[in-house]
C-alpha cells in the first residue's frame, strides 16, 4: 500500500507558477512510477505529466510542456511538478498517482495506476 500526500497547491495570478509537492509512504519509492493528473470541475480527469521510477525518463501532456516540468528526488520519496506561466484553464484539482513496477516505463493512463492521493486545489486567477 502506498499513500501520497500532495502539498503546494493554491491561487496565483496568470503568469504565475507553482510547485506542486506528492511525498509517498512507500519507502522502495526507486519502485514507483510516478504521475500527475488533473480534473477540473465539470471535466474528466486528464493526464499532465509522468515519469518513470528512476527519473530518467518523463512525459508531458502538449498542453503543459512548455511550461511544466516533472521531477523525482527518490531520495526523499517525493515528485514535483513545476509549473511556471500559468493560466485560468489550469486551474483544477491535481493528483498525484503511484505505480509500483519492475519496468522503466512512464505511464500516461490514468487506469495504470492503482494509487492515489486526495488532491490539491491549483486556482488561477485572469
Known amino acids: 500500500q502506498v499513500q501520497l500526500l500532495e502539498s503546494g497547491g493554491g491561487l496565483v495570478q496568470a503568469g504565475g507558477s507553482l510547485r506542486l509537492s506528492c511525498a509517498a509512504s512507500e519507502g522502495t519509492f526507486s519502485r514507483i512510477a510516478m504521475g500527475w493528473f488533473r480534473q477540473a470541475p465539470g471535466k474528466d480527469r486528464e493526464f499532465v505529466a509522468a515519469i518513470s521510477k528512476s527519473g530518467g525518463d518523463a512525459n508531458l501532456a502538449d498542453s503543459v510542456k512548455d511550461r511544466f516540468t516533472i521531477s523525482k528526488d527518490n531520495a526523499k520519496n517525493t515528485v514535483y511538478l513545476q509549473m511556471n506561466s500559468l493560466k485560468a484553464e489550469d486551474t483544477a484539482v491535481y493528483y498525484c498517482?503511484?505505480?509500483?513496477?519492475?519496468?522503466?516505463?512512464?505511464?500516461?493512463?490514468?487506469?495504470?495506476?492503482?494509487?492515489w492521493g486526495q488532491g490539491t486545489q491549483v486556482t488561477v486567477s485572469s
Open positions: 498517482a503511484a505505480r509500483p513496477t519492475l519496468s522503466g516505463n512512464y505511464y500516461v493512463t490514468s487506469s495504470e495506476y492503482p494509487y
